[in-house]
């Protein structure tokens, strides 16, 4: 079974993303939710868990990660699954996201922005082209809730009804 990739510039290949200037070895990344309800910041393995976890084996790992590109939430919904899914462009992942992710992105009100280490962010192999195109990756967060790399909150710019694209 592969191992999911980890990443990195030659595997965003020409995708969107923005690396942080002043750390090296890290991405900027965005997830949209509510920056008031918690559960929208922590994959479903650390709410059930209320702290770290470590990596599983590498199949494991992939295995999780193509059911979280390939069922979204809905995989989130599993106990088990370290995953939340980002973007390294939330512009591309507006754009290009499936009718279902476009209207889940136009009822949230805030967009988070993080920096993040390399090393936490991953991508399934093999990897479906909507994901490439929506700059989709995957935030494992066992090593740090995604709260302890916030950079700023800014305003949902695609929220329906208040600044719709």
């Known amino acids: 079974m592969p191992q999911p990739k980890i990443f990195s510039v030659s595997n965003a290949g020409a995708e ?9 070895d890290h991405v ?3 997830r949209f939710g509510n920056s008031t309800v918690e559960r929208d910041w922590l994959s479903r393995m650390r709410q059930t868990n209320r702290g770290g976890f470590t990596v599983s084996s590498g199949a494991t790992l992939n295995e999780w990660a ?3 590109t390939s069922y979204g939430s809905n995989s989130e919904g599993i106990q088990s699954n370290p995953f939340l899914s980002v973007a390294t ?4 992942l507006f754009a290009y996201g499936e009718g279902w992710v476009q209207e889940i992105l136009k009822q949230v009100p805030h967009l988070g922005v993080f920096s993040v280490p390399f090393t936490s962010v991953y991508r399934p192999r093999p990897t479906k082209l ?10 494992f967060d066992g090593d ?3 709260l302890s790399t916030l950079v700023e909150w800014r305003d949902n710019p695609y929220r329906a009804g208040e600044n719709a694209a």
């Open 16 to 24: 969107n993303y923005t690396l942080d200037l002043n750390r090296a």
């Open 28 to 30: 900027i990344i965005y």
């Open 144 to 146: 740090a809730e995604l």
């Open 89 to 92: 462009s939330y512009d591309d």
């Open 130 to 139: 909507i994901s490439r195109q929506e700059t989709e990756w995957l935030y």
């Open 66 to 68: 193509l059911k979280q």
